[in-house]
């Protein structure tokens, strides 16, 4: 299921499971690319209906928007993904910010990253409870701290010290959110946890709660890349859990060399295979393609080792990738090209 | 500046800046390897006695020999890097367990790492302040617990209800820490923190107090590899502030196609580098021999962000590599092959 809402030139190409463009010029300075997810696999058709779907297309395009026009002014990628980034964890609908899943605790535990693919330069946050805007405060980390990654009260601290918004644990509560608790909580206390004989049905429910995370990739007009993740992690998560997102290398990574990725997905799993980094890394050193490069990953390695999810990313020349193995992953791009005037933008929730 | 205990074999290459030993034959089943560190640049020549020397050559190889009994026996890569890190971790002179640097709130925080080359499995630890063996509390994580990372209190928790041996915070109590912590505020306190325009001095003395790690990587017998890292972090650390040794990918890693890991050096730099798994990827993608990848990382691109340190890695072949950009790093191995019977084991400080 895709929507199209403005599209100028439409490539057949974007339909599939995982969608690419073909190159843009050698030459795509003045272009601009950017592409967002709001998690993988949390989900089913089952449970989806029309009016729910049009709410996740109207924020999707909510938060295309706030990037774009930062893109479109001349501005950074780097601005551009926290913009859009910033929209996604004030809404609800996603599993980050506003909208969080709970902790074993009852709680919300934030996590999030930033990296800027021109300097290498990175910011992480993880096992946060009072930051209204996780991913403002990974780029505080990283442009006024001289550390990569902080965490829980301390990484609090260094947030309220910088000025960024602190809000009362409270805010993060959604009713929906705390109803998926009950349910974690109720179906572990059938289960037991780490056994391997849960039912298939309890484990997709499991599966299904473990996702959500939103992030955004984009390639501004100068050329430079940067990725930005953000989540709540997982439903009913115990023990300080941390997932991929906040880890540089695993759920974000961009370097304007080769590629910016963000993903969304069974965090350990993407933890184990260093996610982002491979498939940059295949690229720049097996010349594989960014298609070849991310299907390999997400497509085959991801679920030979029992993982599923999916990522967004834009390569150096503005190629998108968005591969995913679970149903459906809530993700859009909007790309523009200079030389024809182009626009095209899409949202998409299923294959 | 090395101390040779039994060579049967001296090889010329040993004493580089990053030694390399010639590939052992191709099947190299019944041979093993066993590389530890335990830090780079936490000490200047200067500072530096014959006694202290003979303290260290001595820790460094009752810290191998415990590893190579495992090995020898035929036993698993993942048992001899964790007993070697447990060692290491219990010896006050390395920063890691007993002897970890303490953080501006005057404690000690302690972060882990494990990895098994054969299965990619990984399991970690951040932020934790009453486990006396922080790496096996991350092998615990990865045998026993479906994540890969925890941090703070719930990895305590978990840790607890796993039996690993909890202690009180002052057991990682040394005067020597103490008094680091110490001065470092006092120059932190003179400094403006933050600045660019900080004495050489002051900046040289600060650099030396980010470092100081152990970590242990190995190939046994069968053919299988591991890593294995744990450290008490920067000295005065603020923010829940975590380097890349809990970080898999970054300080740890270790994959039987290719190779184990373990770094130590100024932590935000291998971060945004994502040190290990770039030296894997060169390797698996780029077919370059571990020393000219590690040494480009290592003596190239960590340097040229403005970082540095240093780590220890065994190929699949049974190769080593020790590169480092500091002054010294504490480091040392044990190689045995079978085909000769040939045992060597040499420890070093400085280059």
Same mark, same amino acid.
């Given at each position: 299921?895709?929507?199209?809402?403005?599209?100028?030139?439409?490539?057949?190409?974007?339909?599939?499971?995982?969608?690419?463009?073909?190159?843009?010029?050698?030459?795509?300075?003045?272009?601009?690319?950017?592409?967002?997810?709001?998690?993988?696999?949390?989900?089913?058709?089952?449970?989806?209906?029309?009016?729910?779907?049009?709410?996740?297309?109207?924020?999707?395009?909510?938060?295309?928007?706030?990037?774009? @026009?930062?893109?479109?002014?001349? *501005?950074?990628?780097?601005?551009?993904?926290?913009?859009?980034?910033?929209?996604?964890?004030?809404?609800?609908?996603?599993? @980050? *910010?506003?909208?969080?899943?709970?902790?074993?605790?009852?709680?919300?535990?934030?996590? @999030?990253?930033?990296?800027? #693919?021109? $300097?290498?330069?990175?910011?992480?946050? %993880? #096992?946060?409870?009072?930051?209204?805007?996780?991913?403002?405060?990974?780029?505080?980390?990283?442009?006024?701290?001289?550390?990569?990654?902080?965490?829980?009260?301390?990484?609090?601290?260094?947030?309220?010290?910088?000025?960024?918004?602190?809000?009362? +644990?409270?805010?993060?509560?959604?009713?929906?959110?705390?109803?998926?608790?009950?349910?974690?909580?109720?179906?572990?206390?059938?289960?037991?946890?780490?056994? +391997?004989?849960?039912?298939?049905?309890?484990?997709?429910?499991?599966?299904?709660?473990?996702?959500?995370?939103?992030?955004?990739?984009?390639?501004?007009?100068?050329?430079?890349?940067? %990725?930005?993740?953000?989540?709540?992690?997982?439903?009913?998560?115990?023990?300080?859990?941390?997932?991929? @997102?906040?880890?540089?290398?695993?759920?974000?990574?961009?370097? !304007?060399?080769?590629?910016?990725?963000?993903? $969304?997905?069974?965090?350990?799993?993407?933890?184990?295979?260093?996610? %982002?980094?491979?498939?940059? !890394?295949?690229?720049?050193?097996?010349?594989? +393609?960014?298609?070849?490069? %991310?299907?390999?990953?997400?497509?085959?390695?991801? +679920?030979?080792?029992? *993982? !599923?999810?999916?990522?967004?990313?834009? !390569?150096?020349?503005?190629?998108?990738?968005?591969?995913?193995? $679970?149903?459906?992953?809530?993700?859009?791009?909007?790309?523009?090209?200079?030389?024809?005037?182009?626009?095209?933008?899409?949202?998409?929730?299923?294959?």
């Amino acid at each position: 299921m895709k929507r199209l809402l403005f599209v100028a030139c439409l490539l057949s190409s974007f339909c599939g499971i995982a969608q690419s463009t073909a190159p843009v010029p050698t030459s795509s300075l003045g272009n601009y690319v950017l592409v967002i997810h709001g998690g993988a696999g949390t989900i089913s058709k089952d449970q989806m209906t029309p009016e729910r779907e049009k709410r996740y297309h109207a924020s999707l395009n909510k938060a295309l928007q706030a990037g774009a @026009a930062i893109l479109e002014k001349g *501005g950074s990628s780097l601005n551009a993904v926290e913009a859009c980034v910033r929209v996604l964890e004030d809404d609800p609908l996603f599993n @980050a *910010g506003k909208g969080a899943v709970f902790t074993a605790e009852g709680v919300n535990e934030l996590d @999030a990253a930033i990296m800027e #693919g021109t $300097t290498l330069r990175a910011g992480s946050i %993880a #096992g946060v409870r009072t930051i209204r805007n996780p991913i403002s405060a990974a780029r505080a980390v990283m442009e006024r701290s001289e550390h990569v990654l902080l965490t829980g009260k301390g990484a609090e601290s260094f947030a309220k010290e910088q000025g960024l918004e602190i809000v009362d +644990p409270s805010y993060f509560y959604t009713p929906e959110r705390w109803e998926s608790l009950q349910r974690a909580q109720k179906r572990d206390s059938l289960t037991s946890a780490g056994t +391997p004989n849960r039912s298939a049905a309890a484990l997709q429910e499991q599966r299904i709660s473990r996702y959500g995370t939103v992030g955004a990739v984009a390639l501004d007009q100068q050329g430079r890349l940067a %990725a930005a993740t953000s989540t709540g992690g997982m439903t009913n998560k115990k023990w300080g859990r941390v997932g991929d @997102a906040p880890i540089i290398g695993s759920g974000t990574y961009a370097n !304007d060399s080769t590629v910016a990725i963000s993903c $969304t997905g069974w965090g350990e799993y993407f933890l184990r295979l260093v996610m %982002a980094k491979s498939i940059s !890394d295949r690229m720049e050193f097996g010349r594989q +393609p960014l298609q070849q490069a %991310a299907e390999e990953l997400v497509m085959r390695q991801l +679920p030979a080792l029992g *993982g !599923d999810g999916g990522l967004i990313a834009v !390569d150096k020349q503005g190629n998108i990738s968005m591969p995913f193995c $679970t149903e459906g992953m809530y993700r859009g791009y909007i790309k523009k090209e200079k030389s024809t005037g182009m626009l095209q933008t899409e949202t998409f929730i299923f294959k």
